[in-house]
């Protein structure tokens, strides 16, 4: 190659990244930190902010976005609020994005609502607002993110991202 065609080479990769035919990867993550759960819960305290302090930084260090990290702390870690920010991570992400998702609360086994578990439990994560006693018609888990929910999601992010 001449040295005009190294120039026009350069030049037709400058035009694909100015017209956006080239998409740009963005690292998007979400950061859920429980460790003050409600009074009177059950759940005992735990160290989660220390967690999430920990993480937010190793991701800032490892190019990403303030504005591509979502944290939901204590109160704000609601089952509603982690599903719509799992929606949201959903919505905004295209092909080659990196995700990370990152829990930091309490864990619990409960009975396999599906039947797909061998030994008859599921596991889940202790959201906010999850209550800790099983009372039939009262409380039957439903703010427990469920390891099927979870892996529900985790599919759904991986396949738009283009991680099979």
């Given amino acids: 190659m001449n040295k005009w065609s190294y120039i026009k080479y350069f030049l037709i990769c400058i ?3 100015i017209s956006g035919n ?10 859920v930190a429980i460790g003050n759960y409600p009074k009177n819960s059950g759940w005992e305290r735990i160290h989660a902010d220390n967690d999430k302090e ?3 930084e190793m991701l800032l260090n490892h190019q990403y976005q303030r504005e591509n990290i979502k944290v939901l ?25 990196f995700i990370y998702l ?18 008859g439990l599921d596991e889940s994560l ?15 888990g439903e703010n427990h ?13 991986r ?5 099979n």
């Fill in 15 to 17: 035009g694909y990244l």
């Fill in 22 to 31: 080239i998409p740009a990867q963005t690292n998007r993550a979400l950061i």
């Fill in 54 to 56: 920990l993480v937010y």
């Fill in 73 to 97: 702390s204590n109160s704000q870690a609601t089952k509603k609020a982690v599903t719509a920010a799992l929606q949201h991570c959903w919505e905004q992400t295209i092909s080659g994005d």
């Fill in 102 to 119: 990152h829990f930091s609360c309490h864990g619990q086994q409960m009975m396999d609502d599906n039947g797909d578990e061998e030994d």
């Fill in 126 to 140: 202790i959201l906010y607002d999850a209550g800790y006693w099983y009372i039939p018609q009262k409380y039957e």
């Fill in 145 to 157: 993110l469920r390891d099927d929910e979870l892996g529900v999601w985790i599919n759904k992010l």
């Fill in 159 to 163: 396949k738009k991202a283009g991680n």
